[in-house]
């Protein structure tokens, strides 16, 4: 039997995997990689604790939303990074400084 | 004023004003003309000045012992005080002006060839022109104010003919001297005018000095001047007479103020004529009888001792004078005393008389002196020597080469020596019986008067017999000294010998008298004088003439023994009395070394209390601000700026430490968010 517990402590590795990612990446796609990852660990934990709320199975659908809006989402930031990429013929983002003062 | 028909008193008084204004159209008009040398200049200015002449000739035959005639319009007013201006036409003031353009007329003829070949001969005539003008109204002006601005114009043309030749130094010096000296008596004058107006509340000539005028009225009481307008201490009567007496002391050269009238010789001959005889010197002697009435009887003695002074001193410093127009200078300074003498003792009458006959053969004398030094000119020229054509020593003999110059000169001499049929003789013989009688009741001093009127006749008569004999008589000295010059001299065209026949028929006695011999039957001492039983009452008037002329006559001689035939004692030359005359008693080398010295000195100590006390002053001033300033700038700079400065550091690390964080990656600012929201996490935590 797989208890509570573990579907957490995956969910916090995956968290923990995809925060790494994000800070450490040198390209755009790997960080929206990361991100997808933490959004997929949030979800598995909305799914994990869905098992106490069967009657309106609040937490199924939820985690449904979030995956639409995750997709929506990653539409956008593929877009973004298209876009940067037109402009700095780069995606690394420790070379896209130009928000420095 | 009442025994003319008012038409004939409006033509009087037109005819007066063209004579006096026509010489001022003459200047303007000369002003107005191109070119530096246009002759038309010359005709011009002698043609104004004739029509001037015949004018106040017809003034002259009007108004000559009649009533006065005074016409005047209100000029201007300030406050209640009304000034006005006008001409006054007496006795006095006609005979002037018949007298200046009498005198200019023959100058202008004569000028016209003596500077043909000036390069300035327009502007010659223009100044002569203006010369002519401010005499003419001096002597009409009836109110003090232009009395006073034609006074100074006078001093001012006289300025400008002086120093006329401008590119000679000794000219320029001599013009300076002659305007600085002036304006001496210029102050005098002011000052006596302005305490004569404040006294009678009155600038008006003829109310203040016209018979029975406000000064004759006016009386010194109990040490008050008691006049129509206020009361003054007695003390500002001393101050005004002393203020016309410098002023009457500077025009006509009076000692101590005489010394700038030998110098003004730099001036052309024709302008000296004109000076000393009509023009410059007579106004002094004008201004005095005008103001006669405000001298008292203490400040006439006074007079007299000054003018009998300086007719003896300048007749013995002509005695060894070399320079032909400076004897002729010194000549007129000795014969402007004795007026200012015949002024002193009550002899008005004879004072004016010897003023008007005195500038006709003056002008005669200075007109010869002037041919002769031109011929001299010439001679110097053409043959190119080192001389000075103005010295007599050089000269000798002319008589042969310049007949009609030596006769005229001769004429002159002889009046201004004052022997028998000359005018010379009346107006002079007139002064020294008048100064005997008035000496005879006054004890012995006042003697000294007479006595020295008569040396200095007898002066007089040797000076202008040397003069004369050196000129004249004898041999050519030039031609001694440089056997091989040639020379061609002549006494020159008309415009030469015409004004000296003029002037010499002037000199002689038919013009002022029928008698020769009674200086009372002459017009113009009769027009002036005031007492009417003048009759011949004692010995002097017989005696005086007689025993003066007789001293001339041996004096002429012995001087013409002394010089032509050279039988007799020679004089020493180097005695002291010589010296003393020959610098001229040291007059001027005493003014060079005390005044002109001592102002210097006064100006040295001046300027060195200027450089080093008032000046250093204002260094010490400067150099404690400079001190204050550089201690304020270095406060400024370490203290004020300091602490701002401080503060930016501070500002500028701070910045700088934060802007490290703002490096402007993602992932930096992510790691950030984390790191700080791991540490809340923990601190709540915990």
């Known amino acids: 039997m797989i208890s509570l517990n573990d579907f957490l402590i995956v969910g916090a590795a995956l968290f923990c995997i995809g925060l790494y990612m994000l800070l450490t990446k040198r390209n755009a796609i790997q960080l929206l990689i990361g991100i997808e990852l933490m959004l997929n660990a949030a979800i598995l934990n909305l799914v994990a604790f869905g098992k106490y709320d069967k009657i309106n199975n609040g937490g199924q659908i939820f985690a449904l939303f979030a995956i639409v809006l995750a997709a929506a989402t990653t539409a956008v930031a593929l877009a973004i990074i298209l876009t940067v990429y037109r402009k700095y013929k780069t995606i690394d983002p420790g070379r896209i400084n130009s928000l420095k003062d | ?686």
């Open chain 2, 1 to 686: 004023m009442s025994n003319f028909q008012p038409y004939q008193q409006s033509l009087i008084i037109c005819l007066a004003l063209t004579a006096v204004l026509l010489p001022l159209l003459a200047f303007l008009i000369n002003v107005c003309l191109p070119g530096k040398t246009n002759k038309a200049a010359g005709w011009v200015s002698t043609g104004a000045i004739l029509l001037s002449f015949v004018s106040s000739i017809i003034v002259f035959a009007k108004l000559w012992n009649q009533p006065q005639l005074h016409w005047q319009f209100k000029w201007f007013t300030i406050g209640s005080t009304n000034a006005y201006a006008g001409i006054w036409l007496n006795n006095h003031s006609v005979i002037m002006m018949l007298l200046v353009p009498a005198i200019a007329l023959p100058v202008h003829i004569y000028s016209t060839a003596y500077m043909k070949h000036d390069e300035r001969y327009k502007r010659y005539f223009t100044y002569l022109s203006l010369f002519c003008f401010s005499m003419l109204a001096l002597v009409v002006a009836d109110s003090m104010i232009t009395f006073y601005v034609f006074w100074e114009l006078v001093g001012f043309s006289s300025y400008l003919l002086i120093g006329f030749w401008f590119t000679k130094d000794k000219a320029v010096a001599a013009n300076k001297k002659a305007f600085i000296m002036n304006r001496i008596g210029d102050v005098g004058l002011l000052v006596a005018l302005l305490i004569i107006f404040i006294q009678s509340g009155s600038f008006d000539l003829n109310q203040l000095f016209g018979s029975y005028g406000l000064i004759a009225q006016s009386q010194v009481v109990n040490g008050l001047w008691v006049g129509a307008g206020t009361t003054l201490p007695v003390f500002w009567q001393y101050v005004a007479c002393g203020g016309v007496f410098l002023a009457v002391a500077t025009k006509t050269a009076q000692f101590p103020l005489h010394t700038w009238l030998p110098d003004a010789m730099e001036g052309p001959t024709s302008v000296s004529a004109l000076i000393h005889a009509a023009t410059m010197v007579a106004a002094g002697v004008f201004l005095l009888g005008r103001f006669y009435a405000l001298f008292t009887p203490a400040e006439l003695d006074v007079l007299a001792a000054i003018g009998c002074f300086t007719a003896f001193m300048a007749a013995t410093i002509a005695l060894t004078q070399n320079d032909f127009k400076r004897i002729l200078a010194y000549s007129t300074i000795s014969q402007l005393g004795f007026m200012v003498m015949g002024m002193g003792i009550g002899a008005y009458a004879s004072s004016l008389f010897h003023l008007v006959t005195h500038a006709f053969f003056k002008c005669l004398l200075f007109l010869v002196a002037g041919i002769v030094i031109h011929e001299m000119q010439h001679i110097k020229y053409d043959n190119k020597l080192d001389i000075d054509p103005q010295n007599i020593l050089n000269m000798g003999g002319l008589r042969k080469k310049l007949p009609f110059t030596f006769i005229a000169a001769l004429i002159g001499a002889a009046a201004l020596i004052g022997l028998p049929l000359t005018s010379g003789f009346l107006s002079k013989d007139g002064i020294l019986i008048q100064s005997v009688d008035w000496a005879e009741h006054r004890g012995f001093w006042h003697m000294l008067a007479p006595l020295g009127a008569i040396l200095t006749t007898g002066l007089t008569a040797f000076y202008v017999t040397r003069m004369i004999v050196k000129v004249f008589f004898g041999e050519f000295k030039l031609e001694q000294f440089h056997p091989d010059i040639k020379f061609h001299i002549s006494d020159g065209g008309w415009q030469y010998k015409l004004p000296l026949m003029l002037l010499a028929a002037c000199s002689l006695f038919p013009l002022f008298s029928i008698n020769p011999f009674v200086y009372e039957h002459a017009w113009v001492f009769s027009g002036f004088s005031v007492e009417t039983g003048l009759d011949r009452v004692n010995i002097y008037h017989t005696i005086i003439p007689v025993g003066v002329n007789i001293l001339s006559v041996f004096v002429i001689y012995g001087a013409y023994a002394v010089y032509v035939k050279r039988n007799t004692w020679s004089f020493p030359q180097h005695t002291f009395l010589f010296r003393l005359s020959y610098n001229q008693w040291y007059i001027d080398a005493f003014y060079d070394k005390v005044i002109v010295g001592g102002i210097l000195s006064l100006t040295r100590a001046a300027a060195w209390i200027d450089k080093n006390v008032i000046d250093g002053f204002i260094h010490l001033l400067t150099d404690a601000i400079i001190g204050l300033s550089k201690f304020a700038a270095w406060f400024d700079y370490y203290v004020i700026d300091g602490a701002s400065r401080v503060a930016t550091f501070i500002v500028r690390v701070t910045g700088n430490f934060i802007r490290y964080f703002q490096s402007g990656k993602i992932q930096y600012y992510l790691f950030s968010m984390m790191a700080i929201v791991l540490l809340l996490f923990i601190y709540l935590l915990f």
